[in-house]
């Protein structure tokens, strides 16, 4: 099935259970009330949400509406917990290339990860406000899973079972703000500003034999304005898979129901298919021709994600965002 939340004045929103065509909804306060609530009470809760989205696709279901993306928040509007991984190291081991360094053979053993700014996570057509061009704005197209309740210390195999739901992501970064932060030697913060997902989060069964358990075999489509900026498969080169991922989250904690672990950069060891990022695409400039040529976002700038199914139909709609100047302090 597939869920949203439609942006009603709260802060959690009203969940909504969204058609196949992403083309209607119905809101299901008799069921759940937020997804937060969903994903807390799965057990009881997802055959019921399942009846709702059959009648939807069979045009029987009461009370629907025609489904407004811009008037939708993040599937999960704030998170107890955001964490984004590093799961594709062919881009780790690019990025890290074009400024005179390697990979540390520990990477390969065990996944990055950051804690990321969940309070406040953007609709997939929310503007990304920003003081300066500066700080490098740059956009990062991922995959992303959510979860019910994870108790600490479980395996992979086992995190396998707490996949609830899969989402697109925009991991805003600010490149030139990255440096300064990891010099310190305490990770990213100012440098990881907005995420943004897609209109939809959906159940893993939604993606057919292009979900495996572990990883999503599609590729994700990338554009920057008019301009693609790449199609690589987010099923390749994902050195850590999601279950390895949430294992990893829970190996000192448990993770609470509705907690979103995030891929990290989608990137493949095939340059020709392109890239999720501008930072990748400047580190292959810099490796080739010695500095890179392509600028960062600026405002005005809109960023577009989407992956679509083997009928060429979106899956979870598209993220489609400009980047705006603000003049702080910038209004919760």
């Given at each position: 099935m597939k869920l949203a939340t439609?942006?009603?004045?709260?802060?959690?929103g009203q969940l909504l259970v969204v058609s196949r065509d992403l083309r209607t909804a119905v809101a299901v306060p008799d069921i759940a009330s937020t997804m937060q609530q969903a994903l807390e009470e799965w057990?009881?809760?997802?055959?019921?949400?399942?009846e709702v989205y059959r009648a939807l696709n069979a045009g029987i279901a009461t009370e629907a509406f025609a489904l407004d993306v811009a008037r939708l928040a993040a599937p999960l509007p704030r998170a107890y917990?955001?964490?984004d991984g590093s799961a594709y190291l062919v881009h780790s081991e690019l990025v890290r290339k074009a400024r005179g360094a390697e990979l540390t053979p520990e990477l390969w053993q065990d996944p990055l990860m950051y804690q990321g700014c969940?309070?406040?996570?953007?609709?997939?057509?929310?503007?990304?406000?920003l003081?300066?061009?500066n700080w490098g704005i740059d956009l990062e197209g991922e995959v992303a899973v959510f979860t019910d309740d994870v108790p600490m210390g479980v395996s992979p195999q086992q995190a396998k079972g707490h996949i609830r739901l899969i989402a697109l992501v925009n991991d805003?970064?600010?490149r030139g703000l990255v440096p300064s932060e990891l010099a310190k030697g305490f990770g990213f913060f100012q440098s990881k500003p907005w995420t943004a997902f897609s209109p939809v989060a959906v159940t893993p069964d939604e993606l057919g034999d292009a979900w495996d358990g572990q990883r999503v075999h599609l590729p994700l489509t990338v554009h920057v304005n008019d301009d693609l900026l790449g199609r690589p498969d987010a099923g390749v080169d994902m050195v850590f898979d999601f279950p390895q991922l949430i294992a990893h989250a829970a190996k000192t904690r448990p993770l609470g129901a509705g907690t979103i672990i995030g891929s990290g950069t989608v990137s493949n060891g095939d340059r020709?298919?392109?890239?999720?990022?501008?930072?990748?695409?400047?580190a292959l400039e810099t490796v080739r021709d010695g500095k890179p040529c392509t600028p960062f976002l600026k405002f005005g700038d809109r960023m577009t994600i989407d992956m679509f199914d083997r009928n060429g139909n979106s899956i979870f709609g598209a993220i489609s965002q400009r980047v705006v100047a603000y003049a702080p302090p910038l209004p919760v």
């Open positions: 439609l942006k009603n004045g709260r802060r959690d057990p009881t809760k997802h055959r019921a949400l399942d917990q955001w964490a969940g309070d406040s996570l953007l609709g997939a057509r929310d503007d990304v406000a003081e300066s061009t805003v970064s600010l020709s298919v392109g890239s999720a990022c501008l930072a990748e695409k400047r």
